[in-house]
C-alpha cells in the first residue's frame, strides 16, 4: 500500500487547501494512504509578521496573490478567520495520539474543521478535547497525552529545524521522485499516479 508523507500545520492556509487535495487523490487512487507530519510554523519564540500594506495599491489594478490564484484553481474559499493566529503545538501532539489510535482523518477532519470553518482557538484544551471526542478518540487518555507532552519530540518546528529536515513550506508532499510543496491538483494527481503506480507494480 503506497503511504505519501505530507508536512503540514493546521494554521497554515495553504495546508487548508491541502487537506481537500489530499481527499480528491485519495477518491482518485483509492489504494493510496497519507503519513501526516506536524511541522509548527509558529513555535514560541516566532511570530508572525504580516508585510505592509502596498502604498501604491490603489493606484493598480487587483493582482491576485498565489494563493488566491491557488483557491481559484481549487474552487474553494478560505473561510474569514476573525481570531489570531493559534498556537498548534498541543493540537500537532494530539493528532500523533490519534495517528496510533488509526484515527489521524477523523481527528484531522475535526481540527481543521474547528479552526477554520468554525473559528475556534485550537491552543484551547476544551477545543481539543472536543476536537478528540468528534474523532472518537479516548478524552481522558488524550489529555493525559498532552499533560506528560508524550510526542512532543515529534514535531517539528520552523525555522531551522524545518529547513534542516528539507522542509521549507507547507504543505510539503515528499513523493520520493522529488518533494514539492504548495503545489496545484493537477501536479499532486500526475505525481500520485506515478508513485501509486510504481508502488503497486510486481518486482519482477
Not at 48 to 76: I, W
Not at 127 to 156: G, N, P, S, T
Request: one cysteine or more; glycine letters at 4%.
Amino acid at each position: 500500500m503506497p503511504v505519501l508523507s505530507v508536512a503540514h500545520d493546521v494554521v497554515c492556509p495553504w495546508c487548508w487547501v491541502g487537506r481537500h487535495q489530499a481527499k480528491r487523490l485519495k477518491q482518485e487512487f483509492p489504494t493510496l494512504e497519507f503519513n501526516w507530519l506536524g511541522f509548527e510554523l509558529l513555535p514560541e519564540g516566532l511570530t508572525y509578521t504580516p508585510p505592509p500594506p502596498d502604498p501604491d495599491a490603489d493606484k493598480k489594478p487587483p493582482v491576485p496573490t498565489r494563493l488566491e490564484l491557488l483557491l481559484a484553481a481549487e474552487g474553494l474559499t478560505l473561510p474569514q478567520k476573525r481570531k489570531p493566529i493559534s498556537n498548534s503545538r498541543l493540537a500537532l501532539e494530539g493528532a500523533e495520539f490519534a495517528k496510533e489510535q488509526g484515527r489521524i482523518e477523523p481527528y484531522l477532519d475535526a481540527l481543521y474543521h474547528a479552526y477554520w470553518e468554525e473559528d475556534e482557538d485550537i491552543a484551547d484544551r476544551d477545543v481539543l478535547r472536543e476536537i478528540a471526542r468528534r474523532a472518537d478518540l479516548d478524552v481522558h487518555a488524550f489529555d493525559r497525552c498532552l499533560d506528560e507532552r508524550r510526542y512532543r519530540d515529534r514535531i517539528v518546528e520552523f525555522d531551522e529545524p524545518a529547513h534542516r529536515a528539507g522542509v521549507w513550506n507547507v504543505p510539503t508532499w515528499m513523493f520520493p521522485e522529488k518533494w514539492v510543496a504548495e503545489q496545484p491538483y493537477r501536479v499532486l494527481r500526475e505525481m500520485a499516479a506515478r508513485f501509486v503506480a510504481e508502488a503497486t507494480t510486481p518486482a519482477r
